[in-house]
């Protein structure tokens, strides 16, 4: 690992700290993103219209109950004025919006996944290993789900203690042994110590209202154009239209890629977070290595996907731009700077989690535990 290495430079905390602050100024930048796509829209209804001509006081000022912010009646005065005045109706509607989606968030999710509830006494392995993970962080024990796949992947979902759950897929439990599953709920437990289940829900919704106000303010400017067109003929109509759609486009595209980045930071803080709880970077790349043979779910939407310890790039991913989460690769290589080694032996050979206790390495098994050197080593 070179020195530039962030972790290598910063160290664990300092770095987990400085991803946590740029995760908070770009989720910051979703309300002032739709405020400015709303304020941009008004600026070409307004110009498309061609209401500047009839001065402040009169025409669409009346209409939305605007009050001048420049007081010089201009397109820029009526699209400032229109921000102004509706932001909190704008902003309030997003809280509603995610209210909605934080109270039905849960239950969607595992609709959607056909996740079915375990007990302790349907999975008392794995049950056992997430209770010992939260009693060391003194955190409440989530419920626990399981999805009937031969695919490898686990995700976190839930908004509060009385809904927090980690859900795991049966080819999971077959194909890690202790010490990889153990490493793969500690970055689930992380997402959720995090509360990184509830940024992702805010960051969903804001992509689907900038996706709403953009599809609303194009037929609204449509309409006002078709209107202009009829009234004067003139070509400038065209040009309005196209420099809207370019402009929704854009903002669109922005919203999509602060998700996409926010989703990249907090994967990377879940790793990070799982090395801490178990004290083992070498089980988590094991896993990694493992469940990146067979991680894709089909018929899951994209946000659900999002959630998942492993979300594969699609074939448009513009050098990781639009992906929800960071390369095995890069994932490998930062659990290298926090002391991990790659397996020695092909992932495959480990033993399964539901094999016989005998089975397993480490103080399950009879076998000792492997020496980790690393950073808690």
């Not at 939305?64 to 909190?88: E, K, Q, R």
């Not at 968030?105 to 209770?131: F, M, S």
Request: charged content about 15%; glycine content about 8%.
């Amino acid at each position: 690992m070179s020195a530039a290495d962030p972790v290598a430079t910063l160290g664990l905390t300092a770095w987990r700290s400085s991803n946590n602050t740029k995760s908070i100024l770009m989720l910051a930048a979703f309300p002032a993103l739709l405020l400015l796509l709303l304020g941009v829209m008004a600026l070409i209804f307004d110009a498309a219209m061609g209401s500047g001509r009839y001065g402040y006081g009169t025409g669409p000022w009346q209409e939305f109950g605007l009050h001048s912010v420049l007081g010089t009646g201009t397109p820029l005065d009526f699209a400032l004025s229109v921000v102004a005045t509706w932001w909190p109706v704008v902003l309030g509607i997003a809280a509603i919006w995610v209210m909605l989606g934080y109270v039905f968030n849960d239950a969607i999710i595992h609709l959607a996944t056909g996740a079915k509830p375990v007990a302790r006494a349907d999975q008392p392995e794995l049950y056992n290993l997430v209770e010992n993970l939260c009693i060391s962080r003194g955190l409440r024990m989530p419920k626990l789900y399981i999805i009937d796949t031969d695919v490898m992947n686990a995700y976190a979902s839930g908004i509060d203690d009385k809904s927090y759950a980690i859900t795991v897929t049966s080819g999971l439990l077959q194909a890690l042994n202790r010490e990889e599953l153990e490493a793969v709920l500690a970055h689930e437990l992380t997402h959720i110590i995090d509360r990184d289940t509830r940024l992702l829900i805010i960051t969903v919704v804001f992509v689907g209202m900038i996706s709403f106000l953009a599809q609303l303010l194009w037929r609204s400017i449509r309409i006002a154009a078709f209107t202009r067109s009829r009234r004067r003929g003139g070509g400038g109509v065209i040009l309005m239209v196209v420099i809207a759609a370019v402009v929704m486009f854009v903002g669109y595209l922005l919203a999509l890629l602060l998700r996409f980045a926010i989703s990249r930071r907090r994967e990377l803080l879940a790793d990070a977070g799982s090395v801490e709880l178990t004290k083992n970077p070498d089980a988590l790349i094991a896993a990694l290595l493992k469940i990146s043979k067979n991680p894709e779910l089909p018929h899951v939407p994209s946000e659900v996907k999002q959630m998942m310890f492993e979300n594969p790039p699609s074939a448009f991913d513009f050098g990781g731009l639009f992906s929800t989460h960071p390369s095995i690769e890069k994932r490998v290589q930062i659990l290298q700077g926090l002391g991990g080694r790659l397996p020695a032996e092909p992932a495959a050979s480990s033993a399964p989690v539901t094999a016989p206790a005998a089975a397993h390495p480490g103080p399950w098994g009879d076998s000792p535990a492997p020496d980790h050197h690393g950073p808690w080593g």
